[in-house]
């Protein structure tokens, strides 16, 4: 056999390996990104499309499920899934997600919301949602920041946190305490379920796919409203990489956001 050829079996054992490395396939919801991937690298917004396509499929819901997406870095999750979806004003989701429910109150209609775009401008109609108890489900990413804007304080923001408003860390006497939405959430009594997972490990995805998978199942079961948080890195305005944006999620803000289930219930008492 010539050298070129020794070569050209050598190059193609070595696809073979690389093909094997393949871990995990792409959910049929999960639109393919040919035109270029949008987000910045590390950051993990856009795992949340890739656990709700998961879960929608699992569901059997795609046909039947309504994305409400806010202003903000999640709102490139809208181009991402392959599902009717909505994109409102800054914060105005959960009124966007309330109309579109009692007009399709068979559809799973879920919002998509930065923890700026929930807590802070859009605090006025979460908390008219969660009064009226609408069976909607609200899903927050939590990255500490305004992401889009330039990585601005957040009412999530951690104590001593640099961001670009607070560049000697947030003085938590100047500016208040991290809000702790889903705690919050869960005190609410038209609410069926609350929870708080992370991206940061495999695990923890799975975790926070099976959060969403029950939010999503106490909204088909008439419930009430069903609320999950998602820590997500944003490596760009934590000035980290990737790498060590894990191990912040891991040291910071899980011991200020800890993990799981706050509320889970099959009756609004
Ligand atoms: C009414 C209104 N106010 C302010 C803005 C500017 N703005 C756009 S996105 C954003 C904050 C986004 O932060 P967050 O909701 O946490 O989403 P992230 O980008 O971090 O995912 C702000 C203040 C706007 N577009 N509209
Ligand atoms: S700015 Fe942050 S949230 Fe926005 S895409 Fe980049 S890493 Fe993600
Ligand atoms: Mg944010």
């Known amino acids: 056999m010539s050298q070129g050829g020794r070569l050209e079996d050598a190059m193609n054992e070595e696809v073979k390996v690389v093909t094997k490395q393949r871990v995990a396939g792409r959910p049929k919801l999960l639109v393919p990104q040919i035109a270029g991937f949008i987000y910045c690298p590390g950051c993990h917004e ?78 006025d109609p979460l908390l008219g949602a969660l009064t009226r108890a609408e069976k909607i489900t609200i899903i927050m990413l939590n990255n500490a920041v305004y992401g889009t804007t330039g990585g601005q304080m957040a009412p999530t923001s951690l104590e001593g946190q640099v961001t670009t408003t607070t560049p000697n860390g947030r003085d938590l006497a100047r500016t208040g305490f991290p809000t702790h939405a889903a705690e919050m959430i869960a005190t609410f009594r038209g609410v069926a379920y609350s929870a708080r997972g992370a991206f940061n490990t495999p695990k923890n995805y799975m975790r926070t796919r099976k959060y969403i998978t029950s939010a999503f199942q ?38 200020e956001f800890p993990l799981g289930e706050f509320k889970n219930v099959d009756r609004i008492e």
């Not at 490139?76 to 009692?102: E, S």
């Open 46 to 123: 856009p795992l949340a499309a890739r656990a709700i396509a998961e879960v929608l499929e699992k569901l059997g819901m795609g046909d039947r499920a309504i994305g409400v997406f806010d202003i903000g870095c999640n709102s490139f999750l809208l181009g991402m899934l392959d599902i009717d979806a909505v994109l409102t004003p800054h914060g105005r989701p959960p009124d966007m997600a309330t109309g579109v429910k009692r007009v399709y109150p068979d559809n799973i209609v879920f919002t998509v919301q930065g923890d700026g775009g929930l807590l802070s401008i859009g605090a």
């Open 218 to 255: 106490k909204q088909m079961d008439n419930v009430g409203l069903s609320f999950v948080e998602i820590i997500c890195a944003c490596p760009e305005n934590w000035r980290l990489s990737p790498i060590d944006s894990l191990k912040w999620i891991e040291e910071k803000m899980i011991p």
